[in-house]
Structures are given as C-alpha cells and as structure tokens.
C-alpha cells in the first residue's frame, strides 16, 4: 500500500477490468440520482447569484397614465361636468442598501457555503454510486462462481452416486451407503436456488444502479478470476484524508453556511441605511414627456433600527448560534466516521489477505483428500462415510475461497471509496 498517494476519479480501473469500466460509464451517465444532485447544485449556485445581486444598486423603471375629471368651482357639485385632463409620466427609481454591519455580505458568503455542500454532496452521490455499482459486480461475479463451485460439487456427487451404485450392484456395498450418497446430492442441491436468486437480484440492482429497467437491460456476467486486485492501495495521510472525503467536505461547508447565519443574525441588530433616488418626467401629453418642462427627480437617505420586537432579534441570533454548535458537532462526528470507516477497511484487508491465504490452502488439502479418500473407495480400503465427509470438506473448501476472494475484493473496492475516490478529479460536471 502506498502512504498519501492520489486515487484518479476513475478509481475502479485498478480493477483492470474492461466489462466494469463499461458498466461504470454507463452508470453514471444514466443514473438519476447523480442528475438531482447536478440540478440541486444549480439550484444552488443560482441561489447565489441572487444574493450576490443584492450587494448592487436597485433600479427600477416604472411608467403610469391617468384620466380624471375635475369639478369647474368648489360649490359645483362633483356630478357637474368639468374639465377631463391626462396626466402621464415615466421615470426610474434607484435603492441602494448600504451594508454597514455585513449582513447583505454575510448572507451571500452563506449561499456560498450552502453551494459549496451541494457540490460535495453531488461529489458523495458520484462515489455512492461508483462504489455501490462496483460492489453489487463484484457481487455477481462472486454468486457465478460460488454457482459455479456448487454445479461441480454435484456432479461430483453424480459421479460418487454413480461408484456407490455399482459397487453396490456388484455386492461390493451396502444399500446405506447409497443412501449415503444420495443424501448427499439433494443436500448439496439446496443452496443453488437461493444462489441464483440472489445473482438475479444482484443483476436487477445494477441494472437499476445503471438507469435501466431490470426487464430492458441485463448487466454482463462479470468473472470472479478477471478481476484483478489492486497491486499497491492509495492510502492518504489523515490531515489529506479530511481534506478526499466529500462527506467531511460537505459537513465543513454546512459549518461554514451555519457561521455566516450567525452575521445574518447579528446585523439585523443594528440599523439598516437605504440611499434612494428618482429621476423622471411629467405632461399632460404622451409627446411632450420628453422634450416638455416636466423633469421631476427626488433624492432620500432612509434609517431604520430595530427598537422593540419583543426579543426577537435576540432570540434569532441565538438560535444561528444553536445550528452552528449542532453544525460543528455534526462535523467532528463526520470526521470520526471517516477515521473510523477508513480503519475498519484497513483492518479488514489485513484479514482478508490472511483469510484468502488459509481457504486456498484448505481448498488444495480437500481437493487432494478428495481425490485419494475416492480411488481408496475404488479400491475397497474405505466406506462410501469417508467418502461424503471427504467432498463434504471440499464444498465447503470451494465456496469459501470463492467467498474469501470476493470480500478481499469487495474491501479494497470500499477502501479506495472510503478514502474519497479521487472524486476532485472525476468528470462529474462539479
């Protein structure tokens, strides 16, 4: 394993495996869970354009007609008819918040944060799914060969049945010992049906992991013995590891959002300054609104502070505070699962590689027992007992490294996702 080394985005090409980089391709073009991460983080970035706007002037244009009648004297009755005029006018109105006490400034810096989680969550969902879909391949190809192991297995079991039944027809063997051996067979048929059943849900999984219906699309039949084991693991540093992991990215930029609330909070304390202006133009006719006399303009300054709102300023501020002790305790809990997820897959691989070593060992005695303990029933030296506990020995041997080979697999597979998958180098549309 190697100390601090960069894992590409394309993390799973270290399994060599031309079938899987097909099918993660596929995956992520097709996933729909990658497609409402993307739109939620352009929800998000256009979330802060719209709060960074609110750090320029406002202007707007406004235009207006009206038509009234007017009385001719005061002591004539409004029912009386009198003079009908028109009066349009056209103009625009200028605001400008001066952001004295930071809040417009700390309310973009907290859409800022918020984007920044969207992007790391999008980062997270990049590496559930690579990781999830390279762990339900290796999957298929560990039930294929643990399928495969068992279909060996019986027709070992057909080809004892066989040696029993005419040692038994030549007088050679008693009728127990074929009822040995075909107990055998029908026990060693049972765990097939549930192996397929799980290959076909690993298979309607991928399927669903690639964006397809299961009944549309069928994954390829992945082999257990193509997939190579990485020969050197990535292993980062911890102070990098904080730095990999999308999900530890995404609960800092939460702390950071939470922080900024708390600026929010705080300037609604203190006064609000508004400057504010208007320029335009009046007449009694649509003509002469531009080259008439009617030019109108207003200058203002505006101040507004806070003086009773029956605590609630207060209390807003103090609840920033709040989500920012909850956002930085959820951020240190997140760091210590990452720790912690990282160690347990380290740990595991130790054990793995151990574990392997010892089931292919166990695999290579119960195959050469097998083979002698079946020519010394040939020869008569031994019962067909010896026989079923010696192929006994060996289906267990067979589906155990089988197993053993695909969980070492399945862990390194994990590891490289733990340790953050390269995902800053992924084509991701980040």
């Known amino acids: ?16 495996s031309p079938e899987i980089d097909a099918l993660l391709d596929r995956a992520i073009a097709g996933s729909r869970t990658l497609a409402s991460a993307r739109a939620t983080l352009a929800q998000s970035r256009d979330a802060v354009a719209a709060a960074r706007g609110e750090l320029l002037p406002q202007v707007t244009g406004s235009a207006s007609a009206e038509r009234q009648r007017f009385a001719q004297v005061r002591s004539v009755p409004l029912t009386s008819k009198g003079p009908i005029s028109n009066l349009y006018s056209i103009g625009a109105d200028v605001s400008y918040a001066l952001d004295v006490f930071g809040g417009v400034r700390r309310a973009v810096e907290e859409s800022e944060a918020q984007s920044d989680a969207a992007r790391y969550e999008l980062a997270a969902a990049y590496l559930t799914l690579t990781g999830s879909t390279v762990t339900q391949a290796i999957a298929v190809a560990s039930l294929r060969a643990q399928i495969d192991a068992s279909e060996r297995i019986l027709a070992d079991d057909a080809d004892n049945l066989a040696l029993v039944e005419r040692r038994f027809a030549a007088g050679k063997a008693a009728r127990s010992e074929v009822l040995t051996a075909q107990t055998q067979l029908a026990a060693d048929q049972a765990p097939l049906p549930p192996l397929r059943q799980q290959l076909a849900a ?10 397809e219906l299961p009944s549309d699309w069928t994954p390829p039949d992945f082999e257990l013995s193509a997939l190579a084991l990485p020969s050197e693991l990535p292993i980062s540093l911890p102070s990098e590891l904080v730095r990999q992991r999308p999900d530890i990215r995404a609960a800092e930029a939460l702390l950071h959002a939470a922080s900024a609330a708390i600026g ?6 203190f006064p609000s ?16 609104l531009f080259t008439g006399p009617g030019a109108v303009w207003t200058l203002a300054a505006a101040a507004a502070q806070p003086i009773f709102r029956g605590g609630t ?7 920033a505070i709040d989500a920012y002790d909850a956002s930085l305790a959820t951020y240190q809990q997140t760091v210590l699962q990452g720790f912690q997820q990282v160690a347990d897959l380290l740990r595991a691989l130790g054990h793995d590689h151990e574990l392997v070593d010892a ?9 050469e027992s ?17 026989l079923v506990d010696a192929q006994r020995s060996f289906q267990q041997a067979s589906l155990g490294l089988a197993r053993a080979r695909a969980q070492r697999l399945g862990d390194s597979a994990l590891l490289l996702v733990a340790v953050g998958g390269g995902w800053s180098d992924a084509d991701t549309k980040l």
């Open 1 to 16: 394993m190697q100390l601090g080394e960069e894992i590409k985005g394309r993390w799973w090409t270290l399994l060599q």
């Open 202 to 211: 690993a298979r309607h999984a991928l399927s669903v992991l690639a964006g």
């Open 264 to 269: 929010v909070a705080t300037a609604q304390l």
């Open 273 to 288: 300054i508004t400057l504010s202006g208007s320029i335009g133009s009046q007449a009694l006719t649509t003509g002469a």
């Open 313 to 319: 300023l207060w209390a807003q501020r103090r609840a």
């Open 359 to 367: 089931q292919q060992a166990l695999y290579e005695t119960a195959s």
């Open 370 to 386: 097998l083979h002698v303990e079946r020519v010394g029933y040939e020869a008569g030296k031994i019962d067909a007992l010896h």
